[in-house]
C-alpha cells in the first residue's frame, strides 16, 4: 500500500524509497548491478583510485557549535581590535554584549561589517 517502504513485501509502489542497505542488492546501476552496498562502495572507491579521479578519505562533519553556534554574526567571541593594543577582551563589565537591532541582510557578507555604529567601541 501507500507508504510502505517503496512496497517491498507486496510489490506495490510506495511514497517512499526502498533503503536496504544491509542485505539489498544495487540494480539499474550500471557495473555496480547485483552489489551489496558495502562492496559497490568499495568498487566505486577502487575505479576512482585506479583512475586518478578521487581518493579514499574519512571526513568528519562536526560542526563548530562549541564556538560559532550558527550566529549570523560569526564567533561569540568578544574581542575588540585595538589598533594599539592589538586584540583585547571586552571588558567583564560590558559583557554581555548586544547585537544591534537594526541590521541589514541586504547584501551577501557579514551584516556586522557594514553596522558603523555598533563596530565603534
Excluded at 512496497?7 to 542488492?25: H, K, L, P, R
Excluded at 585506479?50 to 562549541?66: C, F, H, I, K, T
Excluded at 594599539?84 to 559583557?95: F, H, Q, R, Y
Amino acid at each position: 500500500s501507500a507508504g510502505d517502504s517503496a512496497g517491498t513485501e507486496t510489490g506495490e509502489i510506495g511514497d517512499t524509497a526502498y533503503t536496504d542497505t544491509q542485505d539489498g542488492v544495487l540494480i539499474n546501476s550500471d557495473f555496480l548491478d547485483g552489489r551489496d552496498v558495502a562492496s559497490a562502495k568499495q568498487e566505486v572507491a577502487d575505479r576512482l583510485e585506479s583512475a586518478a579521479q578521487g581518493e579514499r578519505a574519512v571526513n568528519y562533519r562536526l560542526r563548530d557549535w562549541g564556538v560559532s553556534r550558527q550566529r549570523y554574526w560569526g564567533c561569540p567571541i568578544p574581542v575588540i581590535h585595538c589598533k594599539a593594543c592589538g586584540i583585547v577582551p571586552v571588558p567583564k563589565a560590558d559583557l554581555p554584549v548586544l547585537l544591534p537591532d537594526d541590521v541589514s541582510f541586504d547584501k551577501p557578507g557579514n551584516p556586522l561589517s557594514r553596522h558603523e555604529s555598533w563596530k565603534q567601541v
